[in-house]
Each structure stands twice: as C-alpha cells, then as structure tokens.
C-alpha cells in the first residue's frame, strides 16, 4: 500500500476546496498516508475573456491536471464531475466520486427580485449553453451574455458590471459558505443540472492499481452510480462543450433511480425532455437507454 500520494487540482478556491475534502476524506481513512497537493493553472483558468466553447470547452480545464499523472507528477486529479468530457483518455478511469452536494443552479440578483419577476430585457450572465438554452425557453423576454471565471469573480462581477443577474450552481456557493438566504434556488423541473453537477470526481491510471484501492475506499457508491448513469446519457448523445443537455438522477424511497434528460436547442427554441426508471440493482444501461429514447425524439436535429 502507498504512503504518500499526490493530488493534481486547479488553483480556484472552489477547485482547492474540493481537492482538501479528497485529502482530508483519504487521511481520514488511511491514518498512515500522506496527502499533498499539487495546483495547476489549466488553460481555462488562463482565457478568460472568450466563451469556452470557443476554444476548446470544459476539457481545458482537466487536461493539464490529465498530464501531471502522465508525467508522474501526480497520482490523481480531482475534478467537478461536471467539466469532464463524456470520454476519458483510454489510460485514465473515473475511480471515485465524493457524497454529491445539492445539484440544482441557483439565481443571484442584484436585488431581492426572483428570476420569474425580473424586467423585460434585464440581462443575466451565465457562461453555460445549457443555462442559456433554458433561459431562453422559459423566460424569453431576458437578454442572455457570456460570464466568466471562478465563484467569486462572477458574483462580483454581478456587483459591479452591467448584469442584473447571474446563474451559478448551488454546490460551489454552498462549498465556500457563501450561499445567501436571499438567493433563489431555481426548480430542477425547469434547469435541469448538468451531468454530475455537485459531484466531486477523482481520476487516476487504469494501471494504478495501489491508487485505485485507496480510491475504493472512499468512493461514495450513490454518487458514483448516479454520476454514471447521467455520463451514459451525454456519451450516447455524443454531446460536447456546445450541448444544451441536462441530465439529473436521483434515488426515491421505492429503490427506484429516477432519470430525467433535458435536450435543447442552443437558443432554446426546442426542447426535449424524456424520463426513466429502474431499480438500483438494473441501473447500469439506464443511461444509456435514455440517451437513446432522446435520439429516437429528435434529440440529434437539436444538437447538430
């Protein structure tokens, strides 16, 4: 068994946090280990001033984090579940995920206005097509422009710039203890989240062997199912950085996983939303059937 690793994680506050709950859950566990981090800067932390989509998407922000175990540097990396492609480098497994936090977006205004009652024309800043997407579906009257950088940059942002509102998701806000009462959690029936939006994923070596026992050890089987079966969805739809795609699974008290997908176009003229069941222990093609219920709607037209 090893008795140090080393953790690849961007240098955002949110990203650093995530990285010392990873540290702090495998010392907890493993009381001989020794955890270090190691922060990178990734291209998408470096341009700032273009949409992601535009020069690569949310890939950019793992892919130095990727080559740091490459080289060695690092034995894992710690992501948000919800910048990671629906394809791995063929060298590289999602081995663990941490208990998900709340997955739904919340919306911050400059005032106390609800997003249902904000102006005709009020602009909200969001840097997400899924955000965007169902912004203009469900309140069509609002301008939508680009926003970028980390938690707090975008709330300040929001204070000091030309937005009325922006769009952020609840699991970071709460992560940092910043979340306010005045805050507006928005309904999942309408924004449906990301894939693994709230999810904390960690990565590391198919080879790795040693690292993914430690891993096992910590990994939060309910988050890891669910963050699965939402990524079967977005891999059969072939989606990418462009994609207006929700994905949400949550477990009910039946033993019943419940799976909702929210396809979209990019200007949220059309939408396409399809669900399904199974029990926990029939789970593991849930995704993928749905994905494929999705096509079988129409889901590519939207999404080319």
């Not at 009652?117 to 069509?140: H, V």
């Not at 009910?252 to 990019?266: I, Y």
Request: hydrophobic share 40%; with cysteine.
């Amino acid at each position: 068994m090893k008795n140090s690793l080393t953790i690849a994680t961007r240098q955002s506050r949110l990203a650093l946090w995530q990285a010392e709950a990873v540290k702090q859950a495998l010392e907890q566990r493993y009381k001989s280990l020794k955890v270090e981090l190691l922060p990178i800067t990734t291209t998408g932390d470096r341009i700032t001033n273009v949409p992601l989509a535009d020069i690569g998407g949310k890939a950019l922000f793992i892919k130095e984090l990727e080559q740091a175990i490459f080289r060695g540097d690092a034995d894992i990396a710690v992501h948000s579940a919800k910048d990671m492609p629906p394809e791995l480098h063929e060298d590289l497994i999602l081995a663990a995920a941490l208990p998900r936090e709340d997955a739904r977006d919340c919306f911050i205004a400059v005032g106390d206005t609800p997003l249902e009652a904000m102006p005709e024309g009020a602009i909200i800043g969001t840097s997400s097509p899924r955000r965007a997407a169902q912004l203009n579906q469900f309140y069509p009257k609002l301008q939508i422009k680009p926003l970028r950088g980390n938690v707090n940059t975008r709330i300040h942002k929001l204070q000091s710039s030309h937005y009325q509102g922006i769009i952020l998701a609840m699991a970071g806000l709460k992560r940092l203890g910043c979340m306010q009462t005045n805050w507006q959690p928005l309904p999942l029936e309408q924004f449906v989240p990301s894939v693994g939006q709230g999810t904390i994923a960690i990565e590391c070596r198919h080879a790795d062997k040693q690292t993914l026992a430690l891993l096992a050890g910590i990994n939060d089987t309910t988050a890891m199912t669910h963050l699965l079966v939402e990524r079967q969805v977005i891999a059969t739809l072939q989606g990418d950085c462009y994609s207006a795609v929700g994905v949400y699974a949550h477990a009910m008290e039946d033993n019943q996983l419940h799976l909702t997908a929210m396809v979209l176009k990019p200007d949220g003229s059309q939408l396409i939303v399809q669900k399904m069941s199974s029990t926990l222990t029939e789970a593991d093609e849930l995704g993928l059937r749905l994905g494929k219920k999705c096509l079988e709607h129409g889901a590519e037209a939207l999404l080319r």
